[in-house]
């Protein structure tokens, strides 16, 4: 059985420093934000090249919060609209909605799966004021066009970084520029989940906003905190959304091999690039940069259901990412009415096969096998 996502041998690696970990926090007795939020904020923001990191309880979180700070700034108004990719994650969609915006959902390109720049342009209207990129799968979209439509038409640009922890992008550019961008530093605002399935995952829930926004970081270090930087004094409306202490420091000792596993990631997509080769397997772009950490790997075949009883036969593990769009979803019925023919053929083929760091040679060599005789 090869499984999709093997989370227990992902973090088996790091279990003595773990528990080393723990028992220094249970002894610390001090267990919110604390010294392991702290340094985490410090380490993240260095990573990413921003200012500013805020920890946040989970990615939605961080999300919505940077609408609402947004807002909370008079940048943003309730009720403007935000474009957003409609193949994306609901969670996406549902940060626009929980802070009172309206989402407008916006067609992918089929060859990146990641919103396409002209179709951004065709729905920008007066009451556009802010665009949600999703750096889906875990490739960076085309932010160059992005921000240059952002720009002349004045809005904000939030970058959905969920699965693109330490995406680099332009590297693959012929003369290098010394001020690489990472993921998380290429709009106004980004946020980030560390869901344990993420390429950085916490033992539990936990999320970051990384921004250079003066303004921005410090109303959500207020905001995610009851409103208040000082315990009972509290300046402005805010949540109970922290980044949790003992999340934080499982983060602080998993941060330092990020850059090793999405290598490790982008060696096993290369190899299953240059490897698979089966007329009904539709492989995903790859430019061979660093620009996508690969989350997942995605294909698309036309007869989904018997490719995935194939696989099952076999002890493929898979997952579908995602199987029911959201436009098509009962939580978002208002936007039932609306037809995305890009997005509903992606829902309909796509499926998603293993890769983590900690895949073996030869189960990288199985999964091309089975493949290959699909
Ligand atoms: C995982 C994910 C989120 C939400 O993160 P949570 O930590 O589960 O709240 C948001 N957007 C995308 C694209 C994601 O993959």
New binding site residues.
Partial sequence: MIKFLDLHKINARFENDFQNKFKHFMDSGHYILGSEVERFETDFATYCGTEYCIGTA????A?TLIFKGYIHLGKLRPKDEVLVPAN??I??ILSIINAGLQPVLVEPDLETYNISPEEIEKHITKNTKALLV?H?YGQLANMNAINAIAASHRLLVIE?A??AHGAVENSNLKIPNPKLKKAGNLGHAA?F???PS?NLGALG???AVTTNDKDLAETLKLMRNYGSSKKYVNEIIGVNSRLDELQAAFLNIKLKCLDADNAKRQSIAKRYLQEISNDKIALPFYSGAKDHVF?VFTIRVADRSGFVAYLQSHDIGHLIHYPIAPHHQKALENFRHHTFPLTEKIHDTIISIPISPVMTEDEVYRVVEILNVY
């Fill in positions: 989970n990615g939605l979180d999300l994306t994650y969670a996406s999703v889906l959905d969920a699965q946020a989940s560390f869901y993420k829930d936990a999320g989350h």
